[in-house]
Nanobody, 116 residues
């Protein structure tokens, strides 16, 4: 069983930056794909960025150029560096890990609020 704990959320002004962290425990996740998702009030949860075990990354169009996902396998942690934040980035951000055999585990989420 994998446990994921997100941190780093908070309140920031538009144009500011935040770095989210997702620490995994209970299992080594170096072979897993890791992803960051977000869910704004009244909206569906959406993929923000993902990174494979080999370091391949993908980003949703709305965050390309402003967000970087990275992982530190030695620390069993994945990061989401967000810059040039916009009010529309306001959401609860969730970390997800997917094992090589397709099992998904989610964190509890961290709130990101961007004020205009």
């Amino acid at each position: 069983q994998v446990q994921l704990v997100e941190s780093g959320g908070g309140l920031v002004q538009a144009g500011g930056s935040l770095r989210l962290s997702c620490a995994a425990s209970g299992s080594i996740v170096s072979r897993n794909t890791m992803g960051w998702y977000r869910q704004a009030p009244g909206k569906q949860r959406e993929l923000v960025a993902a990174i494979t075990s080999g370091g391949l990354t993908t980003y949703t169009v709305s965050v390309k150029g402003r967000v970087t996902i990275s992982r530190d396998n030695a620390k069993n942690t994945v990061y989401l560096q967000m810059t040039s934040l916009k009010p529309e980035d306001t959401a609860v951000y969730y970390c997800k890990t997917q094992t090589p055999w397709g099992s998904d585990y989610w964190g509890q989420g961290t709130q990101v609020t961007v004020s205009a």
